[in-house]
Nanobody
Framework: QVQLVESGGGLVQPGGSLRLSCAASGFTFSSAAMSWYRQAPGKDRELVATITSDSGTTTYTESVKGRFTISRDNGKNTVYLQMNSLKPEDTAVYFC?????????WGQGTQVTVSS
């Protein structure tokens, strides 16, 4: 079955960096677009970044452009989110997501807290 497992979250000071990873299994990763979402306390889940199966196209929500980079390693079945210049408003649980057919699959999430 499809499994997505995020890791790499933690506590970081403003201006710091983190790299999130999402390890995928149970489907043909190299043919799947992948996305990162986040959900802050009391807010709706929002799309952060998306990458196509061949890494040819990446898209970002406006608030993270120039600071975050989504990438993938199809040999390792893993998608990454490099987050630089972190701000307190980036604090959230970060999730990876993929779609197979008519179904969406989510990981369990990893907490990112940006605070001094």
């Amino acid at each position: 079955q499809v499994q997505l497992v995020e890791s790499g979250g933690g506590l970081v000071q403003p201006g710091g960096s983190l790299r999130l990873s999402c390890a995928a299994s149970g489907f043909t990763f190299s043919s799947a677009a992948m996305s990162w979402y986040r959900q802050a306390p009391g807010k709706d889940r929002e799309l952060v970044a998306t990458i196509t199966s061949d890494s040819g196209t990446t898209t970002y929500t406006e608030s993270v452009k120039g600071r975050f980079t989504i990438s993938r390693d199809n040999g390792k079945n893993t998608v990454y989110l490099q987050m630089n210049s972190l701000k307190p408003e980036d604090t959230a649980v970060y999730f990876c997501r993929t779609r197979r057919g008519w179904s969406y699959y989510w990981g369990q999430g990893t907490q990112v807290t940006v605070s001094s």
